[in-house]
C-alpha cells in the first residue's frame, strides 16, 4: 500500500474516533466514557462495550472532583490496556520498577505532555475555570466536547504506535527528573 494511501486511512480513522466520541458525549456520556467507547467502536482498542462502566467515575476529573481530565485518563487507560504490563510478576522483583520506568511510562508521559501542550494543563477544574459558575452551560459543554475530540485522537495516534516503538519515545517534563534521581542517567538506556 503507497504511503499517502495509509497516511489517508490514518487521517480517516481519527476523524472516526473523533465522531465516535462528540456523538457519545452530545447523546449524554460523560468526557471518560465518550473517549473510551470511541475507541471501542472504532475497534483501536480490544474491549467488550461494556468496558465502558470502567471509565464512569473518571468523568468531570474523577468523580466530579476537577482533578484529572478524564478524557485524558481514559487515553491513558485505553494506551495500558493495549501496551501494559500484563503479568508484573513475570518480570524480576528487583528489575519491576526500572522496567516499568524504562519502558511503559514513555507512552504514557508523551501522551500526557502532549495533552498539555495542546490544553495548557491536565486537571478538569483549570480546563474548565471558565464555567465554574455555570457548570451546565452550552459553553462548557463545547469546550469540553473540542477537548473530548482532540484526546480520542491522541489516544488514537498513541494507539498506533507498536510496544517498541512506545518504549523508544523521549522523555518528557517530569521523568527527565526521575530518570536522573531514581534510576540513575544511564540505567534506563541499559535495560531492554
Same mark, same amino acid.
Given at each position: 500500500?503507497k504511503?499517502?494511501v495509509?497516511i489517508?486511512?490514518?487521517k ?19 468526557c471518560?466514557?465518550s473517549?473510551l467507547a #470511541? @475507541?471501542?467502536? *472504532?475497534?483501536a482498542v /480490544?474491549?467488550?462495550?461494556e468496558?465502558?462502566?470502567?471509565a $464512569?467515575?473518571f468523568?468531570?476529573g474523577?468523580?466530579l ?5 478524564? #478524557? @485524558?485518563?481514559? *487515553?491513558?487507560?485505553? /494506551? ?6 500484563p503479568d508484573? $510478576?513475570?518480570?524480576p ?19 500526557v ?13 483549570e ?8 457548570w451546565g452551560?452550552p ?15 491522541l489516544?488514537?495516534k ?11 519515545l523521549p ?7 526521575l ?10 538506556y541499559t535495560?531492554?
Amino acid at each position: 500500500m503507497k504511503r499517502d494511501v495509509l497516511i489517508t486511512k490514518e487521517k480517516d480513522q481519527q476523524q472516526l474516533v473523533k465522531d465516535y466520541a462528540e456523538e457519545f458525549f452530545k447523546s449524554g456520556f460523560n468526557c471518560a466514557e465518550s473517549v473510551l467507547a #470511541a @475507541l471501542i467502536k *472504532a475497534g483501536a482498542v /480490544n474491549m467488550p462495550p461494556e468496558m465502558v462502566a470502567a471509565a $464512569t467515575g473518571f468523568g468531570g476529573g474523577l468523580g466530579l472532583t476537577g482533578n484529572t481530565c478524564g #478524557a @485524558l485518563a481514559m *487515553a491513558i487507560l485505553a /494506551n495500558s490496556v493495549q501496551y501494559g504490563r500484563p503479568d508484573p $510478576t513475570q518480570i524480576p522483583v528487583a528489575s519491576r520498577h526500572t522496567e516499568v520506568s524504562a519502558k511503559h511510562y514513555r507512552r504514557y508521559n508523551n501522551i500526557v505532555n502532549e495533552f498539555i501542550r495542546q490544553n495548557g494543563c491536565a486537571t478538569c477544574k483549570e480546563l474548565t475555570a471558565a464555567y465554574a459558575d455555570n457548570w451546565g452551560s452550552p459553553e462548557r459543554r463545547d469546550h469540553c466536547l473540542k477537548i473530548i475530540g482532540t484526546t480520542v485522537q491522541l489516544a488514537y495516534k498513541y494507539l498506533q504506535l507498536s510496544r517498541e516503538e512506545g518504549y523508544q519515545l523521549p522523555y518528557g517534563k517530569n521523568l527527565k527528573k526521575l530518570q536522573e534521581k531514581v534510576l540513575g542517567v544511564n540505567a534506563l538506556y541499559t535495560i531492554h
